[in-house]
Nanobody
Framework: QVQLVASGGGSVQAGGSLRLSCAAS????????VDWFRQAPGKEPEFVAT????????YYADNAEDRFIIFRDNVKNTVYLQMINLKPEDTALYYC?????????????????WGQGTQVTVSS
């Protein structure tokens, strides 16, 4: 019904920038929001940011707000995560995810759709 494909990851030096993309297809008009999560090896998935269907409302995790920006292009059905001043601790597999209906949580179990993930590696 909905497919999400994440891309744009890569390997960068600390202080560098990357822009991740989440391309949505299928019945994307019904998605209330698209979120970004990340998961480092051996760690639990961590919420990064969310953006509403219109793009007017965004929310960031405390450790992401000062360096990351989430935005979207609804014509392309794509959500972006612009990351600047990357740090080694940002190294993770980054996922985009969505729910069928709006629920004010970031619990993994509440998400219905997940992209395949795109790897971000930041070296010192």
């Amino acid at each position: 019904q909905v497919q999400l494909v994440a891309s744009g990851g890569g390997s960068v030096q600390a202080g560098g920038s990357l822009r991740l993309s989440c391309a949505a297809s299928g019945r994307t008009f019904s998605l209330p929001a698209v979120d970004w999560f990340r998961q480092a090896p051996g760690k639990e998935p961590e919420f990064v940011a969310t953006i509403s269907r219109s793009g007017d409302n965004t929310y960031y995790a405390d450790n992401a707000e000062d360096r990351f920006i989430i935005f979207r292009d609804n014509v392309k059905n794509t959500v972006y995560l612009q990351m600047i001043n990357l740090k080694p601790e940002d190294t993770a597999l980054y996922y985009c995810a969505a729910k069928r209906t709006y629920i004010a949580t970031t619990l993994i179990a509440d998400y219905n759709y997940w992209g395949q993930g795109t790897q971000v590696t930041v070296s010192s």
